[in-house]
Nanobody, 115 residues
Framework: QVQLVESGGGLVQPGGSLRLSCAASGGIFGMYTMGWYRQAPEKQRELVAGITSGGSTTYADSVKGRFTISRDNAKNTVYLQMNSLKPEDTAVYYC?????????WGQGTQVTVSS
């Protein structure tokens, strides 16, 4: 079973940047389309960005132009570069497969955007 460990979150002021990492272990990572998701308090988890095994990317409209997803298959790691952060980006961020069946969810990493 694949294990996912997210890191890189924190407290940042509006307009700031963070880079999230998600390390996968225990399975074949490079062949899967991966996604970054987020869940804000009292809201459903939503897909933020996706990346295919070949590196093609998609983004939610709310983050397009500000977030960049990338991956390093040799390191079994997917990244999310977040720029121009806004208070509404505050959430717990998770990574997982873009399409079902999902692997077990990791603990996520908290991103808080506040002045």
């Amino acid at each position: 079973q694949v294990q996912l460990v997210e890191s890189g979150g924190g407290l940042v002021q509006p307009g700031g940047s963070l880079r999230l990492s998600c390390a996968a272990s225990g399975g074949i990572f490079g062949m899967y389309t991966m996604g970054w998701y987020r869940q804000a308090p009292e809201k459903q988890r939503e897909l933020v960005a996706g990346i295919t095994s070949g590196g093609s990317t998609t983004y939610a409209d709310s983050v397009k132009g500000r977030f960049t997803i990338s991956r390093d298959n040799a390191k079994n790691t997917v990244y999310l570069q977040m720029n121009s952060l806004k208070p509404e980006d505050t959430a717990v961020y998770y990574c997982n497969r873009r399409f079902a069946p999902a692997w077990n969810w990791g603990q996520g990493t908290q991103v808080t955007v506040s002045s």
